[in-house]
């Protein structure tokens, strides 16, 4: 398998070429030049492979510079019953009411969906650095959930340190308490004076310093990244296996969405041949996605129109998977993607579908759908669950069941992907419900465990210095 960019750069990559890379060199996203398809005879026979020989099964069509034996192996290390809750199905689906069903992507280690790409992510890294002899600094800046599944991920993997910014006092105790009690030496929290924007806007100016990066080789683990992507894609045929009896059944996925990475994984499942009918887009007030799904018009909005919701993680002002849906919806056209995402969004800020058509192609063959979520009907959804089914849903996987359940009714299964463990987010479910989610054993007391952090101004030399003295 080859990968090009969405912008018109050709210059066809392999796999391991790209993995430790962010953006193609002309701003564009990296793509694989076509999709592996999957006819019946091997849905039937993935459909008896445990979570991680099917994670491997998949990849494999996706990574040939990597013996196949090896592959499986970081699978194997990557998905195990122990990191996940103690489940072996990983990712276990589990009936709501009628249709509905959940399928639970938040049981790794941080309690949220991020952990089933990056803990893959982080065995990828130390083989391929290993076999490099080469070393990575990453650096990020994290409001949550990104940060800690990161950290989770690349703690004690060889020839990797993280250097991970997060705004003083701003994230909740629990996970301040998650991030800053692991005592590992290749880890580095630094809690940094200032709000979100304020340490993104620190990791982006020490990235600019291009002398500086290459020195410390300094990387990222960010949502654009193709690997993890990939990695998402396996838990919808995992979804699928666990919904359906035989494979000519078809199901649809509802996705609580921000970047677009997530459904951006399904959509890449149904080009492959999965039997999806549906892949439906579930946002919260910022609904910058759901925009484009009604009227053909994507129009990313300033981060002072971005609100601050009660489903943090999915307070995005733009969509940065989404430019991997638009190549596929205008058959691949680079000069369309690279004119609307570069010159046309700089000018008007936005652009449009140019006729209804593209957009009808855009429900019709594609199978996109899409809704909002307020504050009052997600907490109206979490009361619901708790009461209707006995269960309790963070706020996040909250959206969705609400989007899910206004659409009109169909047939198929409608799996809600759960992105997060309510007990990451307690303060909204006490406000829901006026009693706070029951918290894993292994988690009780956290907030007491001694912690492991740095203090910083908002100072980009003082993070250079740090990084200076502390880097791999
Ligand atoms: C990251 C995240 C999302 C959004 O996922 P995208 O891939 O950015 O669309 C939704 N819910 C939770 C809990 C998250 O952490």
Redesign the pocket.
Known sequence: MRYVSTRGDATERRFCDILLEGLAPDGGLYMPVHYPQVDEATLARWRDLSYPELACAILSRYIDDIAPEDLRQLCARAYTAERFGGDARIAPLRPLQGRLHVLGLSNGPTL???DMAMQLLGQLFEYELARRGERLNILGATSG??GSAAEYAMRGKRGIQVFMISPDGRMSPFQQAQMFSLQDPNIFNIAMQGVFDDCQDVVKAVSADLPFKRRHAIGTVN?INWARLLAQVVYYFAGYFQATQRNDETVSFC?????????CAGHVARMMGLPIKQLVVATNENNVLHEFFQTGVYRPRSSAETQETS?P??D?SK?S?FERFVFDLVQRDTQQVATWFGPTLARDGAFALDTPEALRRVHEVFGFVSGSSSHAQRLRTIAWVHQACGQMI?P?TADGVWVAQSLPDTPEPMIVLE??LPI?FAATLQEALGQAPTRPAALEGIEDRPKRVQRMAHDVQQVKAYIEAHAA
């Open positions: 949220a969906f991020k959930d990104t949502s996705v609580p969405s921000g970047n677009f990475g997530n459904v489903s993680s999915m995005i969509a998977n963070d996040h992105t997060a990451k």
